[in-house]
C-alpha cells in the first residue's frame, strides 16, 4: 500500500459493519480524519457513536471492510505495522486489572506483553503519583488509582501517538487537571493524544482539534472555534445597567438591529441578556458604544451547545 500521508494519524473512506451479512450495523460509516503530529485531537459523540471501534481499527485489533488507516505513514496492519505498533499507547474505556496484583507488578506484567523495558514501570509510577501505592494490590486502588494505573500502562514503551478512550471518567477535578498536565507535557514532547470524551466543558479548553462523531459518521471536523462558527449557534451579550437604561435598550435595539435574529431576556433586575448571531457581533458592539453600561461580558457557545448545534442540523 502506498503512503497516504506522514501525519501521525490519517484515516480515509474507513466503514467497519458488524452484525450479520444480510442486516449489518455501520458502526464505521465512510469515516475520513487526519490528525498532525503533537496534536491533543478530541473525538467526541454519544454513546455508540463509534469512537471505541475507530480506537481499536487504530490498534489493528479489528479491521475495517472499506477505507485505510495509517499511523505516521506506516498502514495499520501492513508489513511494518509491528513495528509501528509498538509507537502505540491505548487506554482502554475499561482496562481490566488482576486485582491480585500490585501496582507495580500490572506494570511489569504489561511492559512484558508490548516489549517495553522492565525498568520504566518504576518511573512510570512515579509518574502518576503511585510510586507508595505501587506495592498494593490493584484491589485496594480507588477508581482514580486504577486510572492512573491504566495512565502509566499506556505509556509503557514511550508512545508517539496515544489512544486515550474516556480517560478522565470517575476521576475528580484535581486528578482531571493533573491528567491533563501530564497530557500537556506529552504534547510538548511532540507525542500525539487521541482522547474521547463526554466531558466537552473539559475538551473545550483543552483540545488544538476534534471530530465529532453521529451514527459513525464524523458530522463536524475542526477547532472548537471553526466548529462555533459552522454551529451558527449565537452570542450571548449580558448587559448590566440600570434597569431604567435597560429599558430603553429593550425597545430601541431591535429596530437598530433590524434585520438581524435577535433575543432580549431580562435575566434579574439590571442584567439583560441579549442573543445575536455572530455576524451581527461588531454592530451590536458599535451600538452599545454609547450604552450606558456598568458592565458587558460576552459569551462564546460551549462546545456542548456547538455539539447539540451540530448534531440537530441536518
Ligand atoms: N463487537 C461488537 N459487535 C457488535 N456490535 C458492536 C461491537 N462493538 C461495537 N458495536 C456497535 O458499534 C456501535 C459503535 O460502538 P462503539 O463502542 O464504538 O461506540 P462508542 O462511541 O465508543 O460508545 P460509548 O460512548 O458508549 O463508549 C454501537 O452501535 C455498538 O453497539
Known sequence: MTSISAEALHIEGVTKPYGSRRTPLLALDNVSLRVPRGQLFGLIGHNGAGKSTLFKLVLGLITPSLGRIQVNGCAVNGPDFRTTRRALGYLPENLVLYDNLTGLETLRFFARLKGAPQTQCAALLDRVGLTRAGGRAVREYSKGMRQRLGFAQALLGDPQLLLLDEPTTGLDPSAIRDFYDQLDLLRSQGVTLVISSHILAELQQRVDALAMLS????????????????????????????????????????????????????????????????????????????????????????????????????
Not at 466548529?227 to 449557534?233: A, H, K, Q, W
Not at 435575566?267 to 445575536?276: I, K, M
Open 215 to 314: 451514527n459513525g459518521r464524523v458530522c463536524a471536523q475542526g477547532t472548537v472555534q471553526a466548529l462555533r462558527e459552522r454551529s451558527r449557534m449565537p452570542l450571548v451579550f449580558q448587559l448590566r445597567a440600570a434597569p431604567t437604561w435597560l429599558q430603553t435598550l429593550t425597545t430601541e435595539l431591535p429596530g437598530q438591529l433590524a434585520g438581524a435574529e435577535i433575543a432580549l431576556q431580562q435575566r434579574e433586575p439590571g442584567l439583560l441578556e441579549l442573543r445575536c448571531p455572530r455576524e451581527h457581533k461588531m454592530r451590536v458592539l458599535a451600538w452599545l458604544a454609547n450604552a450606558e453600561l456598568s458592565d458587558l461580558q460576552i459569551h462564546e457557545p460551549s462546545l456542548e451547545d456547538v455539539y447539540f448545534g451540530l448534531r440537530e442540523a441536518p
